[in-house]
């Protein structure tokens, strides 16, 4: 059984997704338990109890806004997923810190949650991409890496660092140029002139840093911000991770 929770304070809106979102339920002839809250107090106290598998949380509230409720709930329910509700884009990197699913436009519910709902249920499916391998050749042998396993590549010259989720790395004699050409395609972003980074791993960008969801940072070329995070919102899109 899947628990799902919406927290808004606009009772309009709270009364449009809580529809479609059932409406899609009961298409998919899922079994599962929906909520519906206006009050972030009182969705934090059930969520203690229910511990919500998929959590929708409005933004703009005045008591205590979407990403303060993300961060209580983040000691409540660490498995669950987040949607935000937001217009506004700029307010994506700060909200990569608590690993959402998504993003929704309030000005579009009915078409972002029923498109939200259908990702949601495709990821959740199919775990078939996370063992989805990318090939190099290294001199006379062939390197295999899984491309959810790839954090980033770090240039050196002649030999390339290719750092992995487990923190161990391998050194390979390949072009960084060719390495962006072969990665670019997989969500892998040049973000300096040294690093290409898989957006998976994006937590936040920071001045002239990038925070990696690994703890770690990364400098980011100050010129092509900008650039760097549009290509992370065109990925985000186009791999069902954020709807703008």
């Known amino acids: 059984m899947i628990k799902i929770a919406i927290l808004d304070d606009d009772k309009t809106a709270l009364m449009i997704s809580t529809a479609t979102v059932e409406a899609f339920l009961k298409e998919k002839n899922a079994e599962y338990k929906l909520f519906s809250f206006s009050n972030p107090l009182n969705f934090l106290a059930s969520a203690k109890e229910e511990k919500f598998d998929l959590s929708f949380l409005d933004i703009d509230m005045p008591e205590m806004n ?19 509700l937001s217009q506004r ?5 700060e909200c990569l810190k608590f690993h959402p699913f998504g993003f929704i436009r309030k000005s579009k519910l009915i078409d972002d949650f029923s498109l939200m709902m259908t990702q949601y249920f495709q990821t959740f499916a ?58 670019k395609d997989h969500g892998f972003i040049r973000i300096h002139k040294g690093y290409l980074l898989n957006y998976l791993y994006i937590r936040s960008i920071e001045g ?3 925070y990696l969801t690994t703890g770690t ?18 990925i985000s899109r186009k791999n069902s991770a954020v709807i703008i």
């Open 217 to 234: 940072s990364l400098p980011i070329a100050k010129k092509r911000k900008d650039e760097i995070m549009k290509q992370y919102l065109a």
């Open 126 to 183: 199919n775990t078939e991409s996370d063992e989805t391998k990318i090939d190099f050749i290294d001199k006379t042998k062939t390197i295999s890496f899984k491309i959810k396993e790839i954090v980033y590549v770090e240039g050196n010259r002649n030999y390339q660092k290719v750092v992995l989720k487990d923190k161990t790395s391998q050194d390979i004699r390949v072009p960084l140029g060719s390495l962006e050409d072969k990665l």
């Open 208 to 210: 002239e840093e990038v």
């Open 89 to 93: 884009e700029d307010l994506v990197f």
């Open 66 to 84: 979407g990403l303060e409720v993300a961060n209580e709930l983040a000691g409540i329910a660490k498995n669950g997923q987040i949607i935000f």
